[in-house]
């Protein structure tokens, strides 16, 4: 929120594709109408990530997801969501979950000092310590 409409790309596309689980997690929407919230933050997410690194000419998306280590198959996926036939719900979560793990790993491991991607044993006494940390650092959360 500090933000406003400066917000990060990789938080907006992280809350958009952490509001679908939630979504589907909720029982509330049928299959169909998950496939296109999915679908729609997955578009997004590779239409916003990879828009930055587009030049003058135009470069292919398969080209840019590489360049970034998106996963081909996700780029080929919002290819069907945009210009065919709508997956399969599982492969729209599959989608879902393997780029949230890109964003953990390329964004959110970053912003909290890699501490996402390492496992322990005291989580809470970490996170305090990170919270004491960005307050004496506010450039940590940049």
């Known amino acids: 929120s500090r933000y406003g409409p400066k917000m990060p790309l990789a ?3 992280t809350a958009e594709l952490i509001r679908c689980k939630v979504l589907d997690s909720s029982g509330r929407l049928k299959s169909h109408e998950l496939i296109l919230s999915y679908g729609l933050a ?3 997410f590779v239409n916003l990530i990879t ?4 030049k003058m000419v135009s470069i292919p998306l ?3 997801a590489r360049e970034v280590d998106i996963p081909i198959w996700v780029v080929d996926l919002r290819h069907e969501l945009t210009h ?5 719900l ?3 979560r ?4 393997v780029v949230l793990d890109w964003l953990r790993k ?3 491991s970053r912003q909290l000092g890699n501490n996402l991607c390492e496992e322990s044993e005291d989580e809470e006494e970490e996170q305090e310590g990170m919270e004491a940390n960005a307050e004496l650092d506010n450039d940590a959360w940049e």
């Open 11 to 13: 938080v907006d596309c």
């Open 42 to 44: 997955l578009v997004r």
């Open 51 to 54: 828009e930055r690194k587009q």
């Open 62 to 64: 398969r080209q840019l």
């Open 84 to 88: 065919g036939k709508l997956p399969r």
């Open 90 to 92: 599982a492969l729209c």
């Open 94 to 97: 599959k989608g879902c979950d």
């Open 106 to 108: 390329t964004y959110w």
